[in-house]
């Protein structure tokens, strides 16, 4: 017996059900990956203070991978022209997988009294892999998805995405909180650590196999022949134009600034004033959780006053926060010094990310201003993670030669000052030179599609941006058409 239902209509079915498909299938890899991103990017710190990771050890562990990472994420713009774009991501993210596993492993090996004097060296190593593959996955996964994802409905469908990501990896940070204090009471911190990023390693390996079920839309002739030299020259290009060389040095130099004495905040809470690891976890929720409440509303301010306005106030407001950890010891205290934190990092964020579309010429490809910016920050970041590991190992020496004008509470107080310091001169310097650009109609916050894609308590949110969407008026013209197509 034929079908009565024309052959067209049928495709259109079958293609609306693997679209639905695709999309229930990377809902659930957010809270798959999630899973290992909540712990891997929160937990690394105080995993190497627990493998007795000196100064300079934990200035690496900043720096080296970051570099390696913003390489990675320029030559994975260049290899995905010659490998299928699928392929490529879920082979990666099967490799991040057993990178994290290895870390899982290297826990183990410090069961009891076996710590060894590689671990450390092999955790950075670990690292640089786990950042590689990150970089790697990236710049595709965004290709994947903008193709994937109807343009009417990639607004909403990655805010549901990053609120799944968020109660995700929040979960996990409590969770992993938790067993490492149970675990820590009992002298088997290794243990907590093993199954923290064991679990981790299962999350990742499960997102593997979601990405692998997930339908790709990318055409067979999507690869052609560009050379890796290209990728280079259009940086050099790019920096000749002064607004985005300044905005790139500016959003660049902040984070080396940051990077300068981000490994050490873990150091003085869980060493110095010997914060449990869930007192630890909490304290680094009070930022991430602002951070995710404030976005829509510094979205909706930058939408009325402009990006410029929102840079400079919360630009101001980072060099302050290292100062004010300084004041009190106070858990209650340090917990209102996060939020503040949270604040300010989730203004600089959204505004840098929207500023970076506002200054870009147009009929040029954003990701790939969007990738040199990145890849100029990693390199800014590896320098003030190797500063800061050789000031935070001389901290000591410093602080007991000005022991007569001053005599810090910590050490690394002499960290701390020097990152508030250097942000204030980026700041001053960078911020004069940045004006608010009148290229053309800035798009509603809601226009430009960003998801979340990591965060850190010390750092920020990482927003990574997807596509930009059509106009409102295009947008809802649209979504009346495929509403109507769905009742016919």
């Not at 990145?374 to 001389?394: E, I, K, P, W």
């Not at 941006?465 to 009346?480: C, D, G, L, T």
């Amino acid at each position: 017996m034929h079908s009565l239902i024309p052959a067209t209509e049928t495709s259109i079915q079958d293609k609306k059900l693997i679209l639905r498909r695709a999309l229930r299938y990377s809902q659930q890899e957010a809270v798959a990956s999630a899973t290992m991103t909540g712990t891997s990017d929160n937990f690394l710190n105080a995993f190497a203070i627990y493998l007795q990771a000196t100064a300079m050890q934990l200035g690496w562990l900043t720096a080296i991978p970051q570099l390696f990472g913003a390489v990675s994420q320029i030559i994975s713009v260049w290899l995905g022209n010659h490998v299928r774009r699928k392929p490529l991501v879920v082979t990666t993210a099967f490799l991040q997988s057993l990178i994290v596993a290895g870390m899982a492993t290297l826990a183990l090996t410090a069961a009891g009294d076996r710590l060894q004097d590689t671990s450390m060296p092999w955790l950075i190593v670990l690292a640089v892999g786990y950042f590689t593959c990150l970089n790697c996955i990236q710049p595709h996964w965004r290709a994947w998805m903008g193709g994937l994802v109807p343009q009417p409905r990639r607004g909403v469908f990655f805010a549901a995405r990053s609120r799944l990501t968020m109660a995700a990896s929040l979960l996990v940070f409590v969770a992993g909180g938790t067993v490492l204090s149970v675990t820590d009471s009992s002298n088997n911190t290794w243990l907590g650590f093993a199954l923290l990023f064991g679990m981790a390693a299962t999350g990742r390996m499960i997102s593997s196999i979601l990405l692998w079920r997930m339908h790709d839309p990318e055409p067979e002739s999507a690869q052609n022949s560009m050379r890796l030299l290209d990728s280079w020259r259009h940086v050099r290009e790019s920096l000749k134009d002064s607004s985005f060389r300044h905005y790139s040095f500016f959003v660049a130099s902040t984070q080396g600034a940051v990077a300068l004495s981000a490994p050490f905040f873990a150091v003085y809470m869980l060493r110095d004033l010997e914060f449990t690891y869930l007192q630890f976890s909490l304290n680094a929720i009070a930022s991430i959780g602002t951070q995710f409440v404030m976005l829509q509303f510094w979205g909706k301010f930058s939408d009325r006053f402009g990006n410029h306005l929102v840079m400079m106030v919360s630009s101001c407001m980072i060099p302050l926060i290292p100062l004010l950890w300084m004041v009190s010891p106070d858990y209650n205290y340090l917990l209102f010094v996060q939020v503040v934190s949270g604040i300010s990092w989730s203004g600089f964020t959204l505004s840098t990310a929207n500023y970076l579309y506002d200054i870009r010429p147009h009929q040029t490809n954003f990701a790939l201003y969007a990738a040199i910016q990145s890849g100029t920050s990693a390199l800014m970041v590896f320098c003030g993670g190797l500063l800061g590991g050789y000031l935070a190992r001389h901290a000591p020496e410093i602080a007991a030669n000005i022991s007569d004008f001053w005599q810090p509470g910590s050490d690394l107080f002499i960290v701390f000052v020097t990152t508030a310091v250097l942000r204030m001169m980026v700041v001053g310097y960078f911020v004069p030179k940045l004006k608010e650009p009148k290229i053309r109609r800035r798009p509603r916050i809601l226009e430009l599609i960003f998801r979340v894609a990591r965060f850190n308590a010390i750092s920020g949110v990482t927003l990574d941006w997807v596509s930009v969407a059509k106009k409102a008026r295009a947008i809802n013209k649209e979504a009346a058409s495929s509403a109507a197509d769905d009742e016919e």
